[in-house]
Nanobody, 121 residues
Framework: QVQLVDSGGGLVQAGGSLRLSCAVL????????MGWFRQAPGKEREFVAG????????YSANFVKGRFTISRDHSKNTAYLQMNSLKPEDTAVYYC??????????????WGQGTQVTVSS
Protein backbone atom coordinates (compact mmCIF):
# COMPACT_ATOMS: atom_id res chain seq x y z
CA GLN A 1 0.00 0.00 0.00
CA VAL A 2 1.35 3.41 -0.93
CA GLN A 3 2.07 5.93 1.82
CA LEU A 4 2.50 9.66 1.31
CA VAL A 5 4.59 11.73 3.70
CA ASP A 6 4.31 15.47 3.21
CA SER A 7 6.57 18.02 4.83
CA GLY A 8 8.05 21.49 4.47
CA GLY A 9 5.35 23.67 6.00
CA GLY A 10 6.06 26.42 8.47
CA LEU A 11 5.62 30.07 9.36
CA VAL A 12 6.60 32.65 6.76
CA GLN A 13 5.98 36.35 6.22
CA ALA A 14 3.79 37.58 3.39
CA GLY A 15 5.78 37.68 0.16
CA GLY A 16 8.00 34.82 1.27
CA SER A 17 8.46 31.32 -0.13
CA LEU A 18 8.18 27.72 0.99
CA ARG A 19 8.71 24.39 -0.73
CA LEU A 20 6.53 21.48 0.27
CA SER A 21 7.68 17.92 -0.33
CA CYS A 22 5.71 14.70 -0.68
CA ALA A 23 7.65 11.47 -0.37
CA VAL A 24 5.99 8.38 -1.86
CA LEU A 25 6.68 5.20 0.11
CA UNK A 26 5.79 1.64 -0.76
CA UNK A 27 5.61 2.10 -4.51
CA UNK A 28 7.18 4.04 -7.35
CA UNK A 29 5.92 7.57 -7.85
CA UNK A 30 6.03 7.12 -11.63
CA UNK A 31 2.66 5.34 -11.78
CA UNK A 32 0.75 8.04 -9.93
CA UNK A 33 -0.81 11.34 -10.79
CA MET A 34 0.17 13.67 -7.94
CA GLY A 35 -1.66 16.62 -6.49
CA TRP A 36 -1.75 19.16 -3.69
CA PHE A 37 -4.83 20.32 -1.80
CA ARG A 38 -5.32 22.69 1.10
CA GLN A 39 -7.84 23.25 3.85
CA ALA A 40 -8.14 26.50 5.81
CA PRO A 41 -9.96 26.63 9.16
CA GLY A 42 -13.71 26.54 8.67
CA LYS A 43 -13.40 25.90 4.94
CA GLU A 44 -13.63 22.86 2.71
CA ARG A 45 -10.57 21.20 1.26
CA GLU A 46 -9.71 22.69 -2.14
CA PHE A 47 -7.56 21.65 -5.07
CA VAL A 48 -4.31 23.58 -5.47
CA ALA A 49 -2.33 21.89 -8.24
CA GLY A 50 -1.81 18.56 -10.00
CA UNK A 51 0.81 16.94 -12.22
CA UNK A 52 0.52 13.91 -14.51
CA UNK A 53 2.60 10.78 -14.00
CA UNK A 54 5.03 11.89 -16.69
CA UNK A 55 5.27 15.45 -15.44
CA UNK A 56 4.23 16.71 -18.83
CA UNK A 57 0.80 17.95 -17.82
CA UNK A 58 0.17 20.27 -14.92
CA TYR A 59 -2.82 22.25 -13.78
CA SER A 60 -3.10 24.86 -11.02
CA ALA A 61 -6.06 26.58 -9.43
CA ASN A 62 -6.53 30.18 -10.55
CA PHE A 63 -5.74 31.56 -7.13
CA VAL A 64 -2.16 30.18 -7.26
CA LYS A 65 -1.29 30.56 -10.93
CA GLY A 66 1.95 32.43 -11.35
CA ARG A 67 2.88 31.87 -7.71
CA PHE A 68 2.89 28.10 -7.05
CA THR A 69 4.58 25.41 -9.13
CA ILE A 70 4.05 21.67 -8.83
CA SER A 71 6.78 19.28 -9.91
CA ARG A 72 8.00 15.73 -9.41
CA ASP A 73 11.36 13.97 -9.23
CA HIS A 74 11.13 10.28 -10.03
CA SER A 75 14.72 9.65 -8.93
CA LYS A 76 13.76 10.81 -5.42
CA ASN A 77 10.22 9.38 -5.49
CA THR A 78 9.06 12.82 -4.39
CA ALA A 79 6.65 15.52 -5.54
CA TYR A 80 7.01 19.19 -4.69
CA LEU A 81 4.98 22.36 -4.41
CA GLN A 82 7.08 25.50 -4.71
CA MET A 83 5.13 28.40 -3.24
CA ASN A 84 6.27 31.96 -3.92
CA SER A 85 4.74 35.36 -3.15
CA LEU A 86 2.78 33.86 -0.30
CA LYS A 87 -0.25 35.71 1.05
CA PRO A 88 -1.99 35.48 4.43
CA GLU A 89 -4.96 33.87 2.67
CA ASP A 90 -2.68 30.96 1.70
CA THR A 91 -2.64 29.92 5.35
CA ALA A 92 -3.95 26.34 5.54
CA VAL A 93 -3.04 22.73 6.06
CA TYR A 94 -1.63 21.45 2.78
CA TYR A 95 -2.14 17.82 1.76
CA CYS A 96 -0.32 15.76 -0.81
CA UNK A 97 -2.43 13.31 -2.81
CA UNK A 98 -1.94 10.53 -5.35
CA UNK A 99 -4.04 8.48 -7.73
CA UNK A 100 -3.55 5.97 -10.52
CA UNK A 101 -6.23 7.79 -12.53
CA UNK A 102 -5.18 10.12 -15.31
CA UNK A 103 -6.96 13.37 -14.47
CA UNK A 104 -4.74 15.84 -12.61
CA UNK A 105 -7.67 17.58 -10.93
CA UNK A 106 -8.90 14.41 -9.30
CA UNK A 107 -10.45 12.45 -7.77
CA UNK A 108 -7.52 11.29 -5.64
CA UNK A 109 -7.28 8.08 -3.67
CA UNK A 110 -4.26 8.40 -1.36
CA TRP A 111 -3.49 11.24 1.02
CA GLY A 112 -0.63 12.53 3.12
CA GLN A 113 -1.04 13.56 6.74
CA GLY A 114 -0.90 17.28 5.97
CA THR A 115 1.59 20.05 6.71
CA GLN A 116 0.69 23.44 8.20
CA VAL A 117 1.51 26.60 6.27
CA THR A 118 1.03 29.90 8.09
CA VAL A 119 1.61 33.22 6.36
CA SER A 120 1.82 36.29 8.57
CA SER A 121 0.95 39.78 7.34
Amino acid sequence: QVQLVDSGGGLVQAGGSLRLSCAVLGNTISIYTMGWFRQAPGKEREFVAGVSWSGGNTYSANFVKGRFTISRDHSKNTAYLQMNSLKPEDTAVYYCAATKRLGVTGPYDYWGQGTQVTVSS
